[in-house]
């Protein structure tokens, strides 16, 4: 029989890991890093459209190799599947996802090392393709991740949620009226206190309509989490700066993948729909933000 730990166990081991961690880095940075917002050019971006099932054909190979090089992502990977064997079973499988999908939501959600590399691997991947060939070994993360949210979408694509998100230890600034990205998988929360946990030194509102509510695949379910794309452009529509912190409200306006199917370029397959944008005219969340 399976003994699930309490939700107010899990936050409270949440947060005290998250301020023994700050503690630690406010040792070495008693002032946040300033930050401009932008579009964050050299993230790999890619929301494979077009090239789902050949993607999906070069998985297994492709989470060897990666296995092989990427130490932190082989443990993640290990203790989520037994978590995954544990929650569900092979009787009991979860609908909307596969199981590899559903493997990656909890590997994601349960590891802050592994969390922090693969984002600050996906903020620079797309430096350069050789870069994304030969230094970016989590390609087969992005790619269960990019398409568990494309699926969880589907049953109401035109859904948008209004989350929040906290960040620690960087002051981020924008211009309103600006387009930005996050660049990386941006965790959000739907309820504001689970938020301000996180951090204070900017806090963001935010109206995502190509995120997806990840609660029933996370590790930390209580922590009411919706993900949000690379790929997924914003508008700023307001900037506050006081000496608490920043505060940025953003509206999605949109999605742009400059590097669509970028794998298979490399392998002589099927190249999708290649650098694609899709603008603020196209956002089911634009109207709501107005």
């Known amino acids: 029989m399976e ?3 309490p939700c107010w166990v899990l936050l409270a081991g949440s947060l005290l890991s998250t301020l023994a961690a ?5 040792e070495h940075h008693l002032i946040p890093t300033q930050t401009a917002m932008g579009m964050a050019p050299e993230s790999f971006d890619d929301d494979y ?8 054909a070069k998985l297994p190979e ?3 190799t990666e296995f092989t090089h990427n130490s932190v992502y082989a443990e993640g990977w290990r203790a989520a599947a037994v978590k995954w064997q544990r929650r569900w079973g092979r009787h009991h499988q979860p609908r909307q996802l596969r199981q590899d999908q559903a493997i990656a939501l909890l590997a994601y959600t349960a590891s802050s090392q592994l969390y922090d590399q693969f984002n600050a691997d ?5 430096c350069s393709h050789q870069h994304y060939l030969n230094s970016y070994h989590f390609k087969a993360l992005h790619f269960l991740l990019s398409t568990a949210l494309t699926d969880l979408r589907r049953s109401d694509p035109n859904t948008c949620y209004h989350v929040y998100r906290g960040v620690r230890n960087v002051r981020f600034t924008a211009k309103e009226g600006t387009t930005v990205r996050f660049g990386q998988f941006a965790s959000s929360s739907l309820q504001r206190n689970i938020t301000k946990r996180f951090g204070n030194d900017t806090f963001f509102e935010i109206r995502t309509c190509l995120g997806a509510p990840i ?6 379910p209580c922590e ?11 508008e700023v529509t307001k900037f506050k700066r006081d000496n608490n912190g920043n505060t940025i409200h953003l509206c999605s306006s949109g999605r742009q993948s400059r590097h669509t199917c970028e794998l298979l370029k490399h392998l002589g397959g099927q190249r999708g729909q290649g650098q694609h944008q899709v603008g603020r005219g196209h956002s089911p969340g634009r109207a709501l933000c107005s």
């Open 224 to 234: 009411d989490e919706v993900l949000i794309p690379p790929f997924e452009l914003f």
């Open 22 to 26: 700050s503690s630690a880095r406010r």
């Open 215 to 220: 609660k029933n695949f996370s590790s930390i």
């Open 62 to 64: 492709l989470s060897c």
């Open 49 to 56: 459209k077009g090239c789902v099932e050949q993607m999906r």
């Open 122 to 126: 996906t903020r620079s991947g797309a």
């Open 3 to 5: 003994h699930f730990t």
